[in-house]
Nanobody, 123 residues
C-alpha cells in the first residue's frame, strides 16, 4: 500500500534548475529504494537516478554527468531530484518509482510508481 506523489516540475530556460520531490506514504515506505525515470514523446523511458536507504546505495544514469543530484529525507519519506544546468533534451515526464529491490528499481521494474511531473526546458 505504498503511494508515490511527485511535484516540482515546471518550465525553465536552458541552464535553469528545478527540484523534484517524491513523497512516499505507507508502512514500508522508509525501507524502499526510490528512484526517478523520465520519458519524452517518441522516446523510451530512461532511468535517471535512484537512492536506497543509505548514501552507499546511490545510482545515476551516465547522461546525468554531474548535473543532477538525488537526496532523501527519511523523516519525511521523501526523495528529491535536484536538476541543475537543464537542457532541452532533459524535457520529459519525470516519474518516481520504488521497490524493495534496488536493482528492480534501477531496471524500471519497481513495484510502485507515481503519475509523474512534467519538466520542460526551452531555449
Amino acid at each position: 500500500q505504498v503511494q508515490l506523489v511527485e511535484s516540482g516540475g515546471g518550465r525553465v530556460q536552458t541552464g535553469g534548475s528545478l527540484r523534484l520531490s517524491c513523497v512516499a506514504s505507507g508502512d514500508t515506505a522508509s525501507t524502499l529504494t526510490m528512484g526517478w525515470f523520465r520519458q519524452s514523446p517518441g522516446e523510451e523511458r530512461d532511468f535517471v537516478s535512484a537512492r536506497g536507504i543509505g548514501t552507499g546505495s546511490t545510482y545515476y544514469a551516465d547522461f546525468v554527468k554531474g548535473r543532477f543530484r538525488i537526496s532523501r529525507d527519511n523523516t519525511k519519506n521523501t526523495v528529491y531530484l535536484q536538476l541543475n544546468d537543464l537542457r532541452p533534451e532533459d524535457t520529459g515526464i519525470y516519474s518516481c518509482t520504488a521497490d524493495r529491490d534496488p536493482m528492480a528499481t534501477v531496471a524500471g521494474h519497481g513495484a510502485y510508481w507515481g503519475l509523474g511531473t512534467q519538466v520542460t526546458v526551452s531555449s
